[in-house]
């Protein structure tokens, strides 16, 4: 079945690197998201990869995509302050009728002045 | 601006009461779900609905209705039926690209009284 899994917490000193990981189970899925969902609000979405990249880089975020070992990290570069939230990893399985995304159950991003 | 309209924000219902959460979409989306929220979890689907007229339960479809009248609109009723309906529920639509991303509402946080 469909199953995504995320570390639960992770706390940096603002300036520092983070790096957010996720495992998923469904070798079928085409993409993987990142979202980060601020203190009571929607999900907003970060960056996605095609899941026959291997990396993909956006400003301050690099998303690394391990394929064999079904693993994928985010890296936040010169974390600031402002990235303090819970971060979401999802697949878009393929060949499902519902589309739906499957979530993992977030990372929370504590950024320590 | 196209978006996801979640409204209202806050609700609170009474023991046995039905309530009723909005959700309008203008970006022309085929497919919209409700997903729901609780503390330290992921997001869990409730329902979705691939085109007009047309919805599928998801996970966790027990004690909730919906319909799709239009496609802009998908209504979620949580029914006196759902034994523990205290969570921040999650509106998404979801175009038909397969690369699609998922656009989320703001939420609704809704508690029992």
């Known amino acids: 079945g469909e199953d995504v899994e995320q570390s639960l917490f992770l706390s940096v000193r603002e300036g520092d690197s983070s790096v957010i990981n996720c495992t998923y189970t469904?070798?079928?899925?085409?993409?993987l998201y990142w979202y980060k969902q601020e203190p009571g609000a929607g999900l907003q979405l970060l960056t996605y990869?095609?899941?026959?990249?291997d990396m993909k880089q956006d400003q301050r975020l690099t998303v690394l995509l391990n394929k064999k070992d079904k693993h994928l990290s985010l890296r936040i570069a010169d974390t600031q302050t402002g990235d303090s939230a819970i971060y979401f990893c999802?697949?878009?399985?393929?060949?499902?009728?519902?589309?739906?995304?499957?979530f993992g159950s977030g990372t929370r991003l504590q950024v320590q002045p | 601006d196209g978006g996801i309209t979640q409204s209202p924000k806050y609700l609170f219902r009474k023991e046995g009461q039905n309530v009723t959460l909005s959700c309008e979409q203008n970006?022309?989306?085929?497919?919209m779900y409700w997903y729901r929220q609780d503390p330290g979890q992921g997001l869990r689907l409730i329902y979705y609905?691939?085109?007009?007229?047309?919805?599928q339960k998801g996970d966790i479809a027990e004690g909730y209705s919906v319909s799709r009248e239009k496609k802009e609109s998908f209504p979620l009723t949580v029914t006196s039926a759902q034994k523990n309906p205290t969570a921040f529920y999650l509106c998404?639509?979801?175009?038909?690209?397969?690369?699609?991303?998922?656009?989320f509402g703001q939420g609704t946080r809704l508690t029992v009284v």
């Open positions: 998404a639509s979801r175009g038909v690209l397969e690369s699609g991303e998922a656009f």
């Open positions: 469904d070798s079928s899925s085409t993409y």
């Open positions: 990869i095609f899941s026959n990249m």
């Open positions: 999802a697949e878009a399985p393929r060949d499902t009728g519902r589309r739906a995304l499957t």
């Open positions: 970006l022309n989306h085929d497919a």
């Open positions: 609905s691939q085109i007009v007229n047309d919805f």
